[in-house]
């Protein structure tokens, strides 16, 4: 029993979208992910090349003056103002690297944190376009962490790893020319252990980046617990499930530390691997140099510039190792990146999508059909109309369908059979933006983001007035709570309006839909928790604000729809009856007995 619970607290959060990418280094794709420095290829990047040839040519230089100059000539042949001439040179040189490499630092700062902006910004907008199907599949914790934790990890790539990528290909090209210029028979035999040294690298790279998307997958997995439990905290408490809690996100955060461990494990293994294969080019050079100055092929300063380059040689092929790293987990990162950015709205926009000042809202549904998953139908073909200006209430149990075509009204999902059409035009063939601006939803579980009780109505028309702002919040019965408050509209609520009633938060949904002006109205449940007081105020409200709107309330009262022009029965996906509230009570079916049912419900209560 014990190994099934922790295996089932494992296998708690289980994201597909958030497994291992198993593929080979794509540089198409890292391509496609320094593209993102295109904007800034005229100014930021020209100065920082122009950096790092100074910076280059200064490495490059100072050993041939310290050795070859220096030593064979100036120090051998006592030649007094040339070392003077030599030591101002050299002071000279790296006083400009200073220079450069300052100005480098300041330079690629600035570009790293610009890309870094502008591909969160992109990421976001993309995002915020995708279908509710994309949200329906993903926790909000596992979104959030592609937008930070991968975006952030890719920062160091952009602000040192591309230009010292640059940097040490060019130091490296350099070094080896002026080696076989000093000395090809010296240089051969140090390069004799480069063969050795690529192929056991080579074998790194894979495990190295497998390790990192591990890496990037438990830390999603992490940022989806620490979001869920945040949000569930009233429910974790009342039912007295925190050391359940703890136990599981000691598992999921071990399990990360662990994915950390094993990354950096294997990306160490990297340098010290070098600096063994320096310590033999190092013996090779002592060994073989000693014999090659005794035997005057080369001079005392040609072996000491020869010690100097041999140095650099491994210094970028150390770094290039740890670029080679971040090439790694930026690659992790932006696969997970780019596997949101490749994501397609479901509810995709024609290129002639017709944009709509006004609509009037006359809505049909013409045989339409539709499935969630593309099994199991939430709706089977139905038709049936709205006209413009009219109201029609959605009756029936849980899972009948109701919120579904609330849903393919507002084209949040597209259907998979048949038509939907407004004005008499396929929806489909509707702007989406044009077509969700000229209706409003209030749902069940209203979402009040952060801000101001103000900020929060005018949500739906953010060029509203305040006047007019408290004319909406005073239609649907809300100026009184409002008011009541020590700041009145300007009291700051937190997320979710945490110091709102649920009552208090609905009525304010209420009045920013209101605001916003709708042509179509959905009211989703909109009345179920509000109190029977506040109730009839709101349903007074609307009877005026409903005139000249199209309007669908779904609601389990059924006292709440009675003025509906038109009540539609639903069950299991199906039309059942359809007609006024008078009309369907006439009939004595569905829909008379499910107001029995509730009305024998209040009667024992």
Request: with cysteine.
């Amino acid at each position: 029993m014990q190994t099934s619970k922790k295996q089932n607290m494992t296998n708690r959060f289980y994201y597909a979208s958030d497994q291992i990418i198993d593929k080979p280094f794509n540089w198409a794709q890292m391509w496609r992910l320094l593209k993102y420095l295109e904007p800034y290829k005229k100014r930021l990047l020209p100065l920082s090349f122009i950096t790092v040839l100074i910076g280059t040519f200064v490495r490059l230089a100072v050993p041939i003056l310290i050795g070859v100059y220096t030593l064979d000539q100036a120090i051998l042949e006592k030649d007094t103002n040339l070392l003077i001439v030599l030591v101002a040179i050299i002071s000279g040189l790296y006083l400009l690297n200073y220079a450069a490499n300052t100005c480098r630092i300041r330079w690629m700062n600035m570009l790293g944190q610009n890309v870094i902006y502008d591909l969160r910004q992109h990421l976001f907008t993309h995002v915020q376009s995708l279908s509710h199907r994309f949200f329906d599949q993903r926790s909000a914790g596992s979104i959030l962490v592609r937008i930070m934790n991968d975006i952030n990890s890719l920062q160091e790539l952009f602000t040192s790893g591309v230009i010292n990528l640059l940097m040490d290909i060019l130091l490296l090209l350099g070094v080896i020319v002026i080696l076989f210029t000093l000395s090809p028979e010296l240089t051969i035999a140090i390069m004799i252990t480069l063969p050795i040294m690529f192929i056991i690298s080579t074998t790194l790279r894979k495990n190295i980046r497998r390790s990192w998307q591990s890496v990037r997958m438990k830390q999603s997995k992490l940022n989806s617990h620490l979001n869920e439990g945040i949000q569930g905290i009233r429910v974790t408490q009342a039912f007295t499930q925190e050391n359940e809690n703890m136990e599981f996100f000691n598992s999921v955060n071990t399990e990360n530390y662990e994915s950390w461990r094993e990354a950096t494990k294997k990306s160490a293994m990297f340098r010290p691997f070098v600096e063994m294969t320096n310590a033999v080019g190092t013996a090779i050079l002592l060994w073989y140099g000693v014999t090659l100055i005794m035997n005057e092929t080369i001079s005392i300063g040609v072996f000491v510039s020869f010690a100097f380059y041999l140095g650099m040689f491994w210094e970028p092929i150390s770094r290039l190792g740890q670029v080679y790293n971040q090439l790694l987990m930026g690659m992790a990162s932006s696969e997970r990146i780019f596997e949101f950015l490749d994501e397609k709205p479901l509810v995709a926009e024609k290129e002639d999508a017709i944009h709509v000042n006004k609509i009037k809202g006359y809505v049909e549904f013409d045989e339409v059909e539709f499935s969630y998953d593309g099994k199991r139908k939430a709706l089977y073909p139905i038709s049936f109309d709205i006209p413009a200006g009219t109201t029609i209430a959605l009756v029936g149990h849980t899972g009948s369908g109701k919120t579904t075509i609330a849903n393919l009204i507002s084209r949040f999902y597209d259907a998979t059979g048949g038509e939907v059409r407004i004005d008499g035009i396929p929806i489909t063939n509707l702007a989406v933006a044009s077509l969700r601006s000229q209706i409003s939803i209030v749902l069940q579980d209203t979402f009040i983001f952060s801000g101001t009780i103000m900020e929060n109505i005018r949500f739906g028309r953010p060029n509203a007035t305040d006047e007019e702002v408290i004319e909406a919040a005073n239609a649907v019965g809300a100026d009184d709570f409002i008011s009541s408050l020590k700041n009145g509209y300007s009291t700051e609520v937190e997320e979710r309006g945490s110091v709102l009633s649920v009552g208090e938060r609905q009525l304010i949904s209420f009045a920013r839909a209101l605001l916003a002006n709708p042509r179509i109205l959905i009211l989703d449940e909109a009345t179920a928790s509000i109190d029977t007081e506040t109730e009839v105020k709101i349903q007074e409200a609307l009877s005026t604000l409903l005139k000249g709107r199209t309007a669908v309330i779904i609601a389990h009262r059924l006292s709440t729809i009675r003025g509906a022009d038109k009540i539609m029965v639903l069950d299991h996906g199906r039309k059942m009856e359809e007609g006024s509230h008078d009309e369907l009570m006439a009939k004595e079916g569905v829909y008379c007995e499910l107001v029995k049912a509730q009305y024998r419900m209040f009667q024992t209560q």
